[in-house]
Each structure stands twice: as C-alpha cells, then as structure tokens.
C-alpha cells in the first residue's frame, strides 16, 4: 500500500507528555474526547468564567488552519470549520477539514507539530465541502495516540509526542478504510469519513461517511468496522445491514439486505469504558424517503445498539424508527449518565433524536427506564411502499420540540396573517408525527408537511449532561419541511420515486408554525420532567408584520443548526452561540457567544464575535486560567480555531 505522509515540524518541537493510568477519569480543566469524554458529557467541573465575567471574555489566540497553506492544487473547497480541539497533559491537539493534525500550547497557540495524511491524494472529495469533525485520543497508561480516521479513507493512529504515524499500527501508521467491508459490489468511492473513530481498551471502531445516491440504488452499506489500537489489525465487523442468518435478517424482506445501502454510523458515538461497551446511533438506509425496495422493519437501521467493544458482540439495541421514510437518522452521540429513578440507581443512557423523543435506557441491560409504547401510525398510500404500523413513543420524557401539525399550530399573530396560513396550509397533508409522505399532487395536495422535518428535532450537535444533577440539555429546532414523492426523470434513476421537499413554507415570508422555532429544553433525567424550555435566538419577531408587537424571542431559524454549534455545561453555565445574521443584520457575518445559567435558563451575557462559529464550544483550564474555544471561519478562506479567556 503507498504509503501517504507527510510530516511538518515547526521551530518547536513537542516534548513528551505524561502518559496517563487509566483513560476513565479525565483530569480537572481537560478535553479528551469529541464530547470531553467518552460519556458524551461536554460537560467541564470549571468556574473562573461565570455569569459576573462572562461579558469581559476576550479572544486570547487565534489559530490559522494549515489547510490554507496547502498548494491551490492539493486543496479543495472546505466550507465551513466545526472541529472540536482536545486537550490533554497541556498539549491541544486539534485538526483541519483536510485532515491535519496541529500540536498547539493551549495558552498562546504557538505550534508544536503539524501531520499531514495527504488525503487528497485519494483525488476529489464526495462531499463538497469537505469536512473532517475530530481526532481520538487513546491511550494504555503507556502509550498516548491520536486517530483519526480522513476523508481519503484512511485510518491513522499518530504518535502524541512526535507527530509522526506509528510505524507499529496498519501499514507505517496506516489502515486502508476500503477494506474489510465485507460487501466490495457496491460502489466504495461513495463512502468517506468524516466524524472521530472511538477508540476503548485495545479496540478503534469506525463509522463512516455514505453519500446517499438519491437516484441510485447503489450506496455501500454502512457497516462498522474496529480495528486492534495496538496493530491496526481488522478485529471485527458489525453488520447494520444484517447478512444472512444473523439476527435481524429477516426485517429486511425480498433478500433487499443484499442490496440496500447507508444505515451507517454517520455522527459521533459513545462508550462505558468499565463496562466495555460503545454505542453506535445509526442512519437511515436508502432511500431515505421510499422503502418499497427494502420492505419490513430494516434493524439496525434508526436504532441505538449496544456492542461489546472487543467482540463486536450486539448486547442490546433499540430501534426508533421502524422502516423509516422520513430521514429520521439518529443524528447524535448517545449521553451516557447515571441517574436515581424512584430511589433506584441507574447507570443509563439517552438518546435524543430528529423525532424530538428523548429514549432512556438502562445502559447495561437496554431495559428502558420509562415505558416505551408502540402506537398505530398511519398507513401509506404509495404505491409499492409499506410502512410499519406502529411507531415507538416514549411516554417520559415529553417531546422537546414540535411533534406533528394541526390548524393549531398555524401562525396567527394577527387575522391577516392567520387566515392567510390557514389557506396555505390547504396545500399540504397535516397530521401527528409520523404521517407519511405522498405522492405529488395527490388529492390535490403539494406533499406531507413532516414535524419536526429531516433536519430537525436534535441533529448532529446532539445532546450535553451535567453528571452532577442528571440534568440533560438539549438544542433543538423544528425546522419543518413539505415532503413528497416524484416519478424521477426517464432514464435518471432505477427508483420509482424520489424526493421533493417544500422548504421555508409560510404566508409573507413567516414561517407556516407557531413558535418556537429553535430552543434549549432541559430535562431531569432522575424524573423524566422538563426543568426549563426557552426559545434559542430571535427568530422573525422584527418582520414588518411583527415588529408591532413587541414580541419575545421566538427561537432563530438559523439554517445550518442541523450541523454546527452544541451546548457547553460548566459549573454554573450553560454556554453556546448565535449567528450575527440571524440576530442583528442579514448582512452580519459573526456570531454571539451567550451564556445561560444552567439551572433556569436565564439569559446572563452576551460577548460579540467577529468570525462566524461553526463547531462545537469546548472549555478547559491550563496553568490556572480557564478558555472557551470554537472552531469557525471557513467560507472565505478563513478557517481558524477561536479561544476565548478573561483579560489577565
């Protein structure tokens, strides 16, 4: 195999970091994983920066991402930068889109080392922008790595102290991610990388990256791959899309299992290290909106299961969503916690998802720790399609966001605009959640109007927890869409029916639904009952038809929240950002960083920044002084990491 390195040393070189004892109790003030650890928290027992200061936090460094120093011929079109920076032992650790890995001193910024996998040697990206979300950290109590896992499918362990690929580990620190696939029929130049890998005990899994041919059936299926830490050896394989004579099998009817693609394992994951298992939150199969091809159940697909780290063993799984039509992928890590229930201690986790339902699982067993109940949903009338006749509902917690739609939950500020979403509304199919889509124009309506929409409910930024109260927090938008199905143009797919989506429906430029739009709920998970919900952002309460009435915060409709941003838990604050454009001026190009306190939701401070953010906000603590930072920047060529600390 070539080999792809490159390696770039700056003036200073890294000197060793202390090799920890143990990976399971992270040190006060550091970030070890994508989520702080590998709970899934982004929590930090942190409070220098509080609600009496936060207004006074000031950028203290700024990091410029080596992928602009890339040759105009190597580089390709990266978009927006939503990495999230770890920091361990003193060193930060963070990479670019294209994948560079930098060493950086987390109080100045001053680099260390740069690695360079030279993934775009694999040629063009499929997704355009590219976009590679974080690295792993792992490490034995002797040896420190770093793995991430490229667009260019590669499977890179890198040594913490030098930069440089374990010599030890694959092919000289490398693993060919187009192997071990177990179904090489398909087309494998459509699968990349682009969230962590989780690396537990001697095991590394991988998830991956599907792009999802919405005219062909021709998408790799999305099965999860572990690999040994040590060797890079192939260890295990779990089949999402179960292979013939496994467990499962048999909710995928007509042999599609042979056929049908993604049901991957797109977003970030989890694990109990003590207990030795991860948790994968799995996607939709194709298509995402018509499964007449692939017919039954579709496990694992929507589903959070349960492995046994070094077997790849199912211990439990869940599935959400039974033969999913409406791209209700399970978009976000699972929240490990530990909770007491009616006076019984549980070692739990959550799962919040595109549905707006938060699932709470006894995590060692899977036994819910509420009632999960299965309830008829409505039948499709497209032709070849067969849905599932019931749906899981969870009965605690309550729903987070809008679930569904009904004359009720039109706008209706004043008569104008009331009447005028009611005649809107008549083009569209209303229902609960879970009405499905139909065919274009039938019964004279435009298509289904699906609530919370594809890209709704909690997406990729996920969920955060306080382990200190079993307080989960959960970001949220309902960002409803017009779903219907349409005969594809001859000769321009081999599905029956593709999607069209009816996006940003409503009367004079407002949206179709009542606010909120977008909101931070928190949930006692001890209790299963809702702390505190408040709308995230402005939202359209200064539209011409509006600014009249001298309304609150209605919740942004700020459109790229299925991928960026996130909450940050701190001690006393709940901390994460808007954009400029959503709240000021349409025109603004940065963001507001705000802080909530935790427990009420109260508004406490607000500091203006002048580059848009884009990643997940993360804090730590280095010779005393504590930092915020966030990864922005990236569609003017700007990409760099911000760190935010009070004035010395």
């Given amino acids: 195999m070539k080999k792809l390195l490159s390696l770039f040393v700056a003036a200073h070189f890294l000197v060793a970091c202390a090799p920890e004892e143990t990976d399971t109790e992270e040190a006060i003030g550091e970030w070890r994983h994508h989520g702080a650890n590998h709970r899934g928290e982004k929590y930090v027992a942190l409070d220098q920066i509080d609600a009496s200061n936060f207004e006074q936090l000031e950028v203290a460094w700024r990091y410029r991402s080596p992928d602009l120093d890339l040759p105009e011929e190597l580089a390709y079109p990266t978009g927006d930068y939503r990495a999230v920076p770890l920091v361990i032992d003193g060193v930060m650790y963070v990479n670019s889109n294209h994948g560079l890995i930098s060493a950086l001193d987390p109080a100045t910024g001053e680099e ?74 398909f087309e494998m130049n459509n699968i990349t990388h682009g969230a962590p890998p989780i690396a537990v005990g001697s095991t590394v899994v991988v998830g991956s990256k599907i792009y999802d041919f919405s005219m062909f059936n021709r998408s790799p299926p999305g ?54 298992i991860v948790y994968l939150p799995t996607s939709t199969p194709t298509n995402d909106y018509w499964g007449g091809f ?26 959400t969503v039974h033969h999913g039509v409406w791209d209700y992928d399970v978009a976000s890590a699972p929240n490990l916690v ?103 124009g039938s019964n004279g309506k435009r298509s289904t109007f699906v609530v919370p929409g594809a890209g709704g409910g909690a997406n990729f930024p996920g969920a955060t927890v306080d382990p200190e109260t079993g307080i ?5 938008a309902t960002r409803p869409h017009g779903m ?41 998970l001890n209790t299963g009952e809702h702390v505190w919900q408040i709308p995230f952002g402005r939202g359209p309460n200064n539209h011409p038809m509006l600014e009249h009435l001298d309304l609150p915060p209605l919740g942004s409709l700020f459109t790229d929240v299925v991928a960026e941003g996130g909450v940050l838990i701190t001690k006393t604050l709940l901390i994460s950002y808007l954009a400029q454009k959503d709240e000021i001026d349409p025109e603004a190009h940065g963001s507001i960083l705000v802080a909530h306190d935790k427990m009420t939701g109260e508004l406490l401070g607000e500091v203006m920044v002048d580059q848009r953010l884009h990643g997940p906000p993360m804090s730590y603590q280095v010779d005393g002084r504590q930092y915020i930072a966030v990864a922005g920047g990236g569609r003017d060529d700007d990409n760099e990491l911000l760190v935010f600390a009070l004035p010395n």
Wanted: charged share 25%.
């Fill in 338 to 440: 530990d909770i007491v229930v009616d006076g019984e201690p549980i070692k739990a986790v959550a799962q919040v998802s595109k549905t707006a339902f938060t699932y709470v699982f006894d995590r060692i067993t899977g036994e819910p720790v509420w009632p999960i109940e299965e309830r008829p949903v409505a039948p499709s009338a497209i032709p070849g399609e067969r849905l599932h006749p019931t749906q899981p509902f969870p009965t605690k917690p309550a729903p987070f966001d809008r679930q569904g739609v009904s004359e009720d939950d039109l706008i209706d500020f004043t008569p104008e605009i009331a009447a005028a979403a009611r005649e809107l509304a008549e083009e569209f199919v209303l229902g609960p959640i879970f009405t499905p889509p139909i065919v274009r």
């Fill in 112 to 185: 260390h080392w740069i690695f360079d996998p030279k993934s775009y040697e694999y040629g063009p990206p499929l997704f355009s922008p590219l976009q590679t979300r974080g690295i792993e950290y792992w490490t034995d109590g002797d040896i420190e790595r770093l793995f991430i896992a490229t667009n260019g499918k590669q499977l890179v362990s890198v040594d913490i102290e030098t930069g440089q690929p374990d010599p030890n580990f694959g092919d000289d620190g490398y693993v060919d991610l187009r192997q071990d696939f177990g179904r090489l029929e």
């Fill in 472 to 476: 989960i927090y959960i970001p949220s």
């Fill in 294 to 319: 692939r017919l039954g159940e579709n496990l694992f697909a929507e589903s959070i299961v349960a492995l046994d780290i070094e077997t790849g063993e199912r211990i439990w799984h869940f599935q």
């Fill in 484 to 524: 219907s199905l349409v005969p594809p143009p001859d000769d321009t797919s081999d599905w029956p029916y593709v999607i069209q989506m009816d996006r940003q429906v409503g009367p004079f430029g407002l949206p179709l639904l009542k606010p909120p739009y977008r909101r931070i709920t928190a949930i006692d």
């Fill in 223 to 276: 099965h999860v791959r572990a690999y040994d830490a040590y060797t890079g050896q192939f260890k295990w394989r779990f089949n999402t899309i179960p292979q013939e004579g496994e467990f499962g099998n048999d909710t995928w009817e007509n042999d599609s299992w042979r056929v049908t693609g993604n049901t991957n394992v797109w977003t970030y994951m989890s694990a109990d290290e003590e207990a030795g």
